[in-house]
């Protein structure tokens, strides 16, 4: 089976009308990205499911006003994410996102969506303004632990002093684990470090000292610098970095789409691992585009 760890849907986003500094070459500015086009794009591609996020504007918000937007701009969400589950309950694996779980209203909301069908939480500490330690999230870790749910945490856009710095987060990842050590998590963006610079030692330190731990390979560090220059090198170079530092048995493959998809064909993103990644073994590249996330999901 090969699976996506990380893709959305995404009604508009940054509507090309109320945000004329954006470009059509984005196309979620003007284009619906659907549960049915995301279906169809993984069919051509031979992809049999996906890790299916739903956010809001308002789970994002932080980065949405770093950028001079506002939640109105980013139109998709719950509700929206749930009318592709129903369309196409065989493709998709969904995961809600934690709002404050400060507010108990916030608590019962992941609760409800586990009983919906949620089989995890994706959570973005910065964003919430949160340690990862922070004791409201020790408590929805060990509810996920107790509902048999699993966990996505993205560091992206730490933002000190007012959050810990990346690093902070990792030391404090490190002690939830020692903790929590049933969690069952994926960690996304390679962490959100560069795997090709030095910081990006913290990952590998951290990572292989909890068995229950993976890694998406969606937008590594967050950055994306191969234009459309297929088979995309700069990616690929960083994919072996990390299967040299941590394993194969680690990486999940994942694209984040729609969000690149005006740099490289959904086909193009499995085509770059399936025909050129090839620092991967035979049996490795089956544990990177699926069998690991197997593991992690631990579904039927």
């Known amino acids: 089976m090969v699976i996506d760890s990380e893709t959305h849907v995404i009604f508009r986003a940054w509507p090309i009308e109320t945000n004329p500094t954006r470009t059509r070459v984005e196309r979620f500015t003007w284009h619906e990205h659907s549960g049915d086009l995301l279906a169809d794009e993984m069919a051509r591609a031979g992809v049999d499911r996906s890790i299916l996020i739903s956010y809001d504007g308002y789970d994002v918000e932080w ?27 065989d493709r998709f694996y969904w995961f809600s996102t934690l709002k404050d779980p400060r507010v108990m209203a916030n608590v019962d909301a992941v609760k409800q969506d586990f009983q919906e069908g949620a089989i995890g939480l994706k959570i973005f500490p910065s964003f919430l303004v949160m340690a990862v330690d922070d004791p409201a999230l020790i408590m929805i870790y060990r509810l996920c632990v107790e509902n048999d749910r699993r966990v996505i945490l993205s560091f992206e856009d730490a933002h ?41 030692e913290v990952v590998f330190r951290t990572v292989p000292k909890h068995a229950n731990v993976w890694v998406s390979t969606a937008a590594m560090g967050l950055i994306w610098d191969d234009g459309t220059e297929y088979p995309f090198p700069n990616y690929l170079a960083r994919l072996e970095r990390l299967r040299d530092a941590l394993g194969a048995d680690r990486l999940l493959w994942g694209t984040d789409w729609p969000h690149f998809s005006h740099y490289m064909l959904y086909p193009q993103a499995i085509d770059s691992v399936r025909k050129h990644a090839n620092f991967f073994s035979a049996s490795e590249k089956a544990l990177f585009l699926g069998g690991n996330a197997e593991r992690f999901l631990r579904v039927p």
Do not use: W
Not at 74 to 82: D, L, P
Not at 176 to 185: D, G, I, K
């Open 63 to 89: 980065f949405l006003r770093s950028v001079g937007s506002t939640p109105e701009d980013f139109i998709t969400g719950k509700k929206y994410t749930k009318l592709a589950l129903a369309r196409h309950p």
């Open 160 to 200: 000190p002093p007012e959050t810990p710095s990346i690093p902070e987060f990792f030391e404090q990842f490190d002690r939830v684990m020692a903790e929590v050590p049933e969690l069952r998590v994926q960690l996304n963006h390679a962490g959100c470090i560069d795997p090709l610079r030095p910081d990006a």
